[in-house]
């Protein structure tokens, strides 16, 4: 009875994770390091010449920097919605042409038929773990327990979108550094716990959280999401870091987020799991142009935040896995978010689901310098339309639109056409000189239309109840 007794205590501990994982188990640990509207300007290592990043830097060094590494949406809702499905948000209804994203007051989320990456990891054994922003769908049903992941702590969404009523009116207030402004909800589970958290402790408590999660999961594989908060407006950093930039108060917010950096890689390295981690840094979408001096840079891209233009989608993308991954390469080819999902779920020897379409690829082999991975096209869409779409260094616009602004949707016919190559500001339209190249293109976005599944009902599911 004793024996059976111990064999069912270490079955169930082995169940819980709690026993260490086999010495010849190859299944890294996967976290996700995900910024809100950095631009793929504003890291040392990517060209910034006032924002000092050098654990970003570092990191870098010692792992993949991607050049041409883009978001699935220009904005926050879909491009996480894609970061975690490995589909295109129009595929999953995760995007809305009005609102773009989900609000304070929507009723909708993630749809619960969606398969996301914590759910696959969870099926092979993996503690999962989110940390920051979720913005897919803030009502209890809709949080990250119900999407596979173990625990949660952080903001339901964006943190301008509950404005107090003595808020000054207008883009202002997004200057105002003053945290009694803004009524964020802090949320650990599935419950509120802080009706208006310190918006300037919130990078330094992320931290803390994502290092206790890995020291308390160390014994078995994991994942962690880590999805900050800034450098969304409005600006926060905590006392350590404030006033310290000389690119002021955007400038001491990304110090605070490359050290969050140093701290998650440092204690990889301090509990001897640097060599069994996959980690990569990424942006959900470009930087926020229309604040100025708080928005970020896309560096020599062309709009940022709300466009199909570069500066829009394409993000920092760095992956680290030392031992795994050659260090301080600079990789040229088209790399996404999706294949997070794609190459996580494979390295962690889970199933990808057959039954919908997947749009992530298996980068691992050019984490391992084994092999290229060619995408056949790439497509950007704003809402539920379909914008532009990517072949190889050239770039088709069937419409154009500013990100934020009144100016209305512009359509080409035929497209504008940009080469990346030669022209990464998207600024001499090629399209003249350039007709089978238009049709190429053209061919792919029929193939891509021709498979399109959406689902309409979730489209209207993400509507908010009332305008905010
Ligand atoms: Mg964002």
């Known amino acids: ?108 989320g993630l749809p619960r038929e969606e398969v996301t990456l914590p759910e696959l990891l969870q099926g092979r054994g993996y503690a999962t773990g989110m940390v920051g922003k979720w913005h ?11 999407h596979g992941f173990d625990s949660y702590f952080g903001l ?74 800034f450098p969304h407006v409005p600006l926060f950093a905590s006392e350590r870091f404030r006033g310290k930039s000389a690119a002021g108060i955007y400038g001491d917010v990304i110090a605070e987020l490359d050290w969050s950096v140093g701290e998650i890689l440092g204690t990889l390295r301090a509990e001897g799991l640097d060599k ?39 993000v920092p993308g760095i992956a680290w896995w030392p031992g795994r991954i050659a ?11 999706m294949d997070l999902f794609t190459t996580s779920a494979k390295l962690a020897g889970a199933t990808v689901p057959s039954d919908r379409p997947i749009d992530g690829f298996d980068i691992s082999p050019l984490f391992f310098g084994s092999g290229l991975v060619l995408r056949d096209a790439y497509f950007f ?32 016919e035929p497209p504008q056409l940009y080469h990346l190559g030669e022209d990464p500001g998207e600024r001499f339209d090629r399209a003249k000189e350039n007709p089978a190249v238009i049709a190429k293109i053209t061919e792919a976005v029929a193939r891509h239309r021709a498979a399109l599944q959406v689902a309409p009902s979730q489209l209207v599911a993400t509507v908010p109840a009332r305008a905010n």
């Open 381 to 412: 869409y704003r809402g539920s339309t379909l914008y532009a779409a990517r072949l190889g260094h050239w770039k088709a616009h069937f419409i154009t639109r500013s990100g934020y602004g009144d100016d209305q949707p512009e359509p080409h």
């Open 136 to 146: 897919l769908g803030h009502l209890p049903e809709h949080l990250p327990p119900h």
């Open 156 to 229: 339901p969404f964006s943190n301008d979108m509950m404005p107090a009523p003595d808020a000054p009116k207008g883009r202002p207030k997004f200057f105002e550094e003053n945290n009694a402004y803004w009524r964020t909800p802090l949320i650990r589970g599935t419950e509120v716990i802080e009706a208006q958290p310190d918006q300037r402790q919130l990078t330094r408590r992320y931290t803390e959280e994502s290092v206790r999660f890995i020291r308390e999961k160390k014994a078995a594989p994991f994942f962690l999401y880590v999805a900050h908060t």
């Open 1 to 108: 009875m004793k024996i059976l007794h111990s064999l069912l205590t270490v079955a169930s501990l082995a169940l819980a994770g709690l026993v260490s994982r086999a010495a010849n188990d190859e299944r890294p640990n996967v976290i996700i390091i995900y910024a809100d509207d950095l631009g793929w300007g504003d890291l040392g290592c990517y060209g910034n010449p006032v924002i000092l990043t050098p654990n970003l830097d570092r990191m870098a060094t010692e792992g993949m920097r991607f050049t041409d590494f883009y978001s699935a949406a220009e904005v926050c809702t879909p491009s996480r919605a894609a970061l975690l499905t490995g589909r295109y948000p129009v595929r999953s209804g995760m995007c809305h042409d009005r609102f773009r994203v989900l609000r304070n007051n929507s009723a909708g």
């Open 327 to 337: 260090a301080g390469v600079v990789q040229h080819e088209i790399a996404t978010t």
């Open 276 to 314: 069994k981690t996959l980690v990569v840094f990424s942006s959900d979408n470009g930087p926020w142009l229309i604040f100025n001096h708080h928005g970020g840079s896309a560096g020599p891209l062309r709009e940022g935040k709300g466009s199909t233009w570069e500066g829009g989608m394409r």
